[in-house]
């Protein structure tokens, strides 16, 4: 099968990757109002949480969050959680700050710490630390943010910090022992999949910005699309770009239903 289909559909780049630029991505209402929410946390020098399923644009929002920030007030650090234990998540934070490591558990707390204090002191720009993937943070680790953002017996508002979930991060945060940490949180946003009509101008936007004239997708390959996909971006993404190669190697300008559920066969087959 060809897989340069791009000049059927009259495409300048490949449509439904993840490589796009936070400035072209497709303003769906309720990642905007996710992000805003964040962002307005954060100007308040307080912390938020983003919580949703896998593949529903969580990713796609801490970027859009993290775009918003200006870079003259303030200084992101990412880190992307793992099933580790607290002094390993310690050197990762410390790594992702550029904080040399040491051997002390302590010691690396307090120059953590005193990175992101620098940062607000000597520069103006105030840390936010972006924890991605932190439903699978252990619980102790999880509790340990609440030591990490006190700052003069929590009586000074330096470090920001964003969680970044699947689902189980909000039953994480709602057991007894995390509730100093989920106090510290002001705003929780969730993503939901997408509607049906959503889901069709989604894609309708995915092909523009591709740079295609017309969407080649008629109205039953979207309703496929929707019915298999159930809203979920990263499912539209991989069929409706697996539908588009299997359009182009038949020869065709139009995507179908049929080409749809070919795509589906070819990416779960039973």
Known sequence: ?????????GCHSTPFTR???????????????ARDNIVRAIEKRMSAALI?????????????VIARLPEARYITHYVKCADIGKRDMYREIACACTVQSTGSFPKLLRRIQEKFESSLADSGRRPVLFLDEAHELRPEVLSMLRVLTNFEMDSKLV?????AGQVPLAKLLSQDDQIPIARRIIHYATLRPLSRDETAKYVE?????AGAKSSPFDDASLDAIY???????RIIDNL???????????KLKVVSAQHVAAARRAQWPS
């Open 1 to 9: 099968m060809t897989r340069d289909f791009k000049s059927t559909f």
């Open 19 to 33: 490589e796009i630029r936070v400035d072209e991505l497709h303003d769906i209402v309720f990642h905007l109002a």
């Open 52 to 64: 949703s399923g896998p593949g529903s644009g969580k990713s796609t929002v801490v970027r859009s």
């Open 159 to 163: 470090l920001s910090v964003v969680l």
């Open 205 to 209: 936007y995915r092909m523009g910005a």
């Open 227 to 233: 019915e298999i996909a159930r809203g979920n971006l």
């Open 240 to 250: 409706a770009l697996e539908s588009l190669e299997l359009a182009s190697a038949a």
